[in-house]
């Protein structure tokens, strides 16, 4: 299972970027997925995640109201949708999946290697 991120860049603060996770590989079951992001210096945080029908969401406090997190089953993507950016927004994105590879088989944890996002000021 390969995830491959994008959409990162650099923004003005208050502007708008759109990240995409694209699954690929053996996938019998694609279930909750969500995004991470790690400022330099700082810990890994959970930013947002949704379920494997996309019918329940979650969000960290700091980006309410200005992220929207979505999938498309169908593509086996899923997007972040970021608006009003801070400069504290600025980090490495990543992806995460839990996914069922076979049949019957273990649910695994997977990462996609992370895309930038820098916002100035």
């Known amino acids: 299972v390969q995830l491959v991120e994008s959409g990162g860049g650099l923004v003005q603060a208050g502007g708008s970027l759109r990240l995409s996770c694209a699954a690929s590989g053996r996938t019998f079951s694609i279930n909750a997925m969500g995004w991470y992001r790690q400022a330099p210096g700082k810990q890994r945080e959970l930013v947002a995640t949704?379920?494997?029908?996309?019918?329940?969401?979650n969000y960290r406090d700091s980006v309410k109201g200005r992220f929207t997190i979505s999938r498309d089953n169908a593509k086996n993507t899923m997007y972040l949708q970021m608006n009003s950016l801070k400069p504290e927004d600025t980090a490495v994105y990543y992806c995460n999946a839990m996914v069922i590879v076979v049949p019957g088989g273990w649910l695994s944890d997977y990462w996609g290697q992370g895309t930038q996002v820098t916002v100035s000021s």
């Open positions: 949704i379920t494997s029908g996309g019918g329940s969401t």
